[in-house]
């Protein structure tokens, strides 16, 4: 099966800008994790959402910060506008069913540079 | 709170050499375990997992682990590590509601021949 598709690879930007992510999940996984991965660090989970709903969004700066998936299927990720510190690794996830210990399967991910 | 620790940023083994890397664990319930790596510009690709039963739990690429409750450790071990085996190693523990990971800071293998 195909695995989870996320593009740009690589973006460049200026502080301030806006930047758009995009992540096409395993075909039939109900749940799509977005994940910040700074430099050195571990995943940080962003937003979580079963179909096309959000099960949390707790740790997303929702002042510059935004997701959807609107059909239930792929997914947006949207910074405006960044600041320097949002200079990471945009790793989005999928998994089969929003349940205990269910594997999650993750994509290339997008790295993004702020200038 | 959930938390993972992995004490070793970084270290360089021998090829064919054995491998134990430590993750240390907070959780006030039975936790769910994982080990994940990933390659250089790659996504993380999960090495195996524990949830329950068996404590020795054996994963893909000769890895295996040890879930040892009394000392909130699960080491990923390797008997002969191999050169492709380079790469940074990441511990999570998942809630046992919602499905949502917590990563370690992460370990880098480096592997010499």
């Known amino acids: 099966e195909a695995g989870v598709a996320q593009s740009p690879r690589y973006k460049i930007i200026e502080k301030r800008q806006s930047v758009a992510f995009w992540c096409n999940p395993i075909s039939g996984h109900a749940t799509l994790y977005w994940y910040q991965q700074i430099l050195g660090q571990g995943p940080k989970l962003l937003i979580q959402f079963q179909n096309n709903g959000v099960v949390d969004d707790s740790q997303l700066p929702k002042d510059r910060f935004s997701a959807e998936r609107l059909k239930g299927v792929d997914s947006t990720l949207k910074i405006q506008p960044a600041k320097l510190e949002d200079s990471a690794v945009y790793l989005c996830a999928s998994s089969r069913r929003l349940a205990d210990a269910d594997t999650q399967y993750f994509g290339p991910g997008t790295r993004l540079t702020v200038l | 709170a959930q938390s993972v620790t992995q004490p070793d940023i970084h270290i360089t083994v021998s090829e064919g050499a054995s491998l134990e890397l430590r993750c240390n664990y907070s959780?006030?319930?039975?936790?769910?375990l994982f080990w994940y790596v990933q390659s250089p510009g790659q996504g993380l690709q999960l090495l195996l997992k524990?949830?329950?039963?068996?404590?020795l739990v054996q994963g893909i690429k000769g890895f295996e682990a040890e879930f040892k409750r009394s000392q909130s450790s699960f080491n990923l071990r390797k008997p002969s590590v191999h050169w492709s085996d380079a790469a940074e190693y990441f511990c999570a523990v998942g809630r046992n509601t919602g499905n949502q990971f917590y990563f370690g800071t992460g370990t880098s293998l480096t592997v010499i021949p």
């Open positions: 524990y949830f329950s039963g068996d404590t």
């Open positions: 959780y006030g319930a039975t936790p769910y």
